[in-house]
């Protein structure tokens, strides 16, 4: 059985102070939540949060022992050198980050990201240690032109080129997020989201092997609410959620988690 992976991705919310009185609410409830954590315990879940840059400290010194994951939404490919304004794979690790998200579609679509960067920054976070929550999803115009497998596809390939399976078994999460649903409101159905979770599997089957596609964790994100997640669970291709607006609230990400026990 395949672990489940709960994020949140703050997005440029929640600055140092406002992470500390995240956390200070949300950790003890996590941790008092025994569905929940016996759920981590036994590594059939695992709960991450993806916080700016800025907060990365306050959140990793709030999470303590309890076992939440803490995350960066982007990193650089280079250690270091003279790219004013980016961070690195060293640097985040140094934070204590384990995580990292790379090719959210913010990145793609507004800070224009290519396919030949993410493939950089995912051997780059590899290459550190850090697990990187690899996205892809097509556009609404995609969708409707019945392109949305074509572009997956594209995404998907060009992102893990020449990796080792095992790493992406392993060491790699990938995040089907269709555009047109995130922050939007609305919520891809189930089994829309299965399908083309399901062809990311088959795919990953096919470039690296049965066994690597099996174990793969793949998320689906836009607009997860505590009232979807179970449904959306329910599917036989989907091991997670990687959720941007209702992760902002304690209550509201706690409801997603405690949806997702198993
Ligand atoms: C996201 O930011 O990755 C996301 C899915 O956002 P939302 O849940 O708000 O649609």
């Known amino acids: 059985m395949r672990k489940r992976f709960i994020a949140g991705n703050w997005k440029m919310f929640n600055g140092p102070t406002a992470t500390s009185e995240f956390m200070v609410n949300f950790v003890p409830k996590l941790i008092s939540s025994k569905d929940i954590a016996e759920n981590i315990k036994s590594k059939k879940m695992e709960v991450a949060i993806f916080a700016p840059f800025v907060s990365l400290s306050a959140a990793v010194k709030a999470s303590g022992s309890s076992s939440l994951i803490i995350g960066a939404q982007n990193m650089h490919w280079e250690k270091s050198g003279a790219f004013t304004g980016e961070i690195s794979a060293p640097m985040l690790k140094e934070l ?5 998200l790379i090719g959210h579609s913010e990145r793609r679509h507004i800070f ?3 396919s030949e960067e993410l493939h950089k920054k995912l051997n780059a976070a590899l290459e550190e240690g850090l697990i990187p929550v690899f996205c ?5 115009e995609d969708r ?4 949305t497998f074509d572009v997956i596809r594209k995404q998907l390939l060009a992102g893990l080129k020449g990796m080792d399976g095992n790493d992406v078994a392993n060491n790699i999460i990938v995040a089907y997020e269709p555009v047109w649903a995130i922050g939007t409101g609305k919520t891809a159905s189930s089994e829309d989201a299965q399908e083309v979770c399901a062809f990311i599997r088959k795919l990953l089957g096919d470039t690296f092997g049965e066994g690597i596609a099996v174990k793969t964790l793949i998320l689906y994100g836009g607009s997860v609410k505590p009232e979807n997640t179970e449904a959306i669970l329910s599917m036989a291709d989907i091991d997670g959620v990687l959720v941007g607006g209702a992760s902002l609230k304690p209550d509201s990400f706690l409801g997603i988690a405690k949806a997702a026990v198993q």
Do not use: A, F
């Open 144 to 147: 409707e032109s019945g392109s």
């Open 112 to 114: 224009h990201e290519t």
């Open 136 to 140: 892809v999803g097509e556009l609404l």
């Open 96 to 100: 204590g980050c384990t995580h990292v």
